[in-house]
């Protein structure tokens, strides 16, 4: 499966950052809020994903939401990943970008079907 990788679009003096990622049938808004300054002590609080078509139209959970609230180990675990999407090594190409992002790709394609009923 293709995907494109968008991420950190972010409005300045926002504690808001937006990823997507790109799917050949449908994309993912990823939204993480951070408490404290941005460019100095951000901490991650809360991350929120929507899934949507490509002519942007909001997909239903299989309960009817519209919005996956990543909560407890699954937090963790994506504030871990997050982290290292962020981090420097990343930025610089230190570090293996593609292993990165398929790490990133996976967990969230594990979110997505735990939530979504995909046809």
């Known amino acids: ?3 494109t990788l968008e991420l950190n679009t972010q409005e300045s003096g ?15 808004n990823i939204i993480e809020r951070y408490t404290g300054k941005m460019n100095f002590n951000a901490k991650l609080c809360e991350v929120i ?3 949507r078509t490509l002519d942007d139209e909001i997909i239903k959970r299989r309960d009817g939401n519209l919005r996956v609230k990543i909560k407890d ?3 963790e675990d994506y504030s871990q990943l997050s982290r290292i ?3 420097y090594d ?9 292993e990165a992002d398929q ?4 967990f969230m ?5 735990a939530n979504y009923e995909l046809n």
């Open 103 to 106: 790490n990133y790709i996976h």
């Open 1 to 3: 499966m293709n995907y």
């Open 49 to 51: 994903f929507k899934l």
């Open 73 to 75: 180990d699954k937090f």
């Open 90 to 98: 990343y930025k610089n190409k230190l570090l293996n970008r593609k």
């Open 14 to 28: 926002s504690n808001l950052v937006f990823n997507t990622i790109k799917f050949d049938t449908f994309k993912v």
């Open 109 to 113: 394609l594990s979110l997505i079907i």
């Open 85 to 87: 999407l962020n981090s």
